[in-house]
C-alpha cells in the first residue's frame, strides 16, 4: 500500500484549506511529542517525510500525504504542552478539534498514546470529543522500545480499561516502536 506511494499534498492552518474530501483518510492525533510524526515516517518507511523533532509542538499544521490512489495519511499538531507561544498554540488546537469532529472522509482516528505514560487528562478530552463526532479511534502505543515488558503491560491495562469508557473506541491497541519497526506491519494491514 505505502512503498513509493507517498507524498506530502498541503499542510493547512484552517478548515477552508482542507483538500477536497474525495479521498478516504486515516488520522494520527496524541500529546505533542508522542511519536505521531515518526509513526507516519515509519508506515510509509520515508525516513524525512514527515518532519519529527524533540520538540513538542514540531507539527503545527494539519499534514496531508497520500497513501496510494484512494487515501489520505493526515499528521496532525499535538495537544497538551507545546514549546509554542499561547496564540499560537490555541489557534492550532482549535483547528484540531475542528478537523476532528468535522471531517467527512475521516475514517478512522489513530490516537497515539506514549507507553511510558499511558492516557492523560489531556487524552481524555479529545477521546471525548471522538464519541461526540462518532469517530472511531483506536488506541496505538508508541515509543514501546523505552519501556521493559512488564511495565508495558501495566499501561496496556490502564489504556484497556481507559478505553473501555468510549463508545466509539475501537478495542484492539496496537503496541508500535516506529525506532524499532514493531507493531508497523500491523498497522499497516489496519490502515
Ligand atoms: P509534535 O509534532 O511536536 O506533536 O510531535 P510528534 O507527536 O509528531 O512526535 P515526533 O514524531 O516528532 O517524535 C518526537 C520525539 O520522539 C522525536 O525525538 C522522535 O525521535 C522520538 N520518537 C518517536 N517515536 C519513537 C519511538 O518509537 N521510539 C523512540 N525511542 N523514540 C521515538
Ligand atoms: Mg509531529
Not at 483518510?25 to 510509509?44: H, Q
Not at 515509543?143 to 499501561?155: G, H, W
Request: charged residues 25%; contains cysteine.
Amino acid at each position: 500500500l505505502f512503498a513509493g506511494e507517498t507524498e506530502f499534498v498541503k499542510g493547512v492552518v484552517a478548515m477552508s484549506g482542507l483538500p477536497a474530501p474525495n479521498r478516504l483518510e486515516v488520522c494520527f492525533a496524541g500529546r505533542s511529542n508522542v511519536g505521531k510524526s515518526s509513526l507516519i515516517n515509519a508506515l510509509t518507511g520515508r525516513k524525512g517525510l514527515a518532519r519529527a523533532s524533540n520538540t513538542p509542538g514540531r507539527t503545527q499544521e494539519i499534514n496531508f500525504f497520500t497513501a496510494g490512489d484512494a487515501h489520505y495519511l493526515v499528521d496532525l499538531p499535538g495537544y497538551g504542552f507545546a514549546n509554542a507561544p499561547l496564540p499560537v498554540v490555541e489557534k492550532w488546537q482549535r483547528l484540531l478539534k475542528q478537523y476532528l469532529s468535522g471531517r467527512q472522509t475521516l475514517r478512522r482516528a489513530f490516537v497515539l498514546i506514549d507507553a511510558r505514560h499511558g492516557v492523560k487528562t489531556v487524552d481524555e478530552e479529545i477521546l471525548k470529543l471522538l464519541d461526540s463526532a462518532a469517530v472511531t479511534f483506536q488506541a496505538v502505543l508508541t515509543k514501546a522500545d523505552k519501556v521493559k515488558e512488564k511495565e508495558r503491560a501495566t499501561i496496556l491495562d490502564q489504556v484497556r480499561g481507559a478505553l473501555a469508557k468510549h463508545p466509539a473506541a475501537y478495542p484492539e491497541i496496537v503496541v508500535t516502536s516506529s525506532e524499532k519497526g514493531w507493531g508497523i506491519p500491523t498497522l499497516r494491514a489496519i490502515i
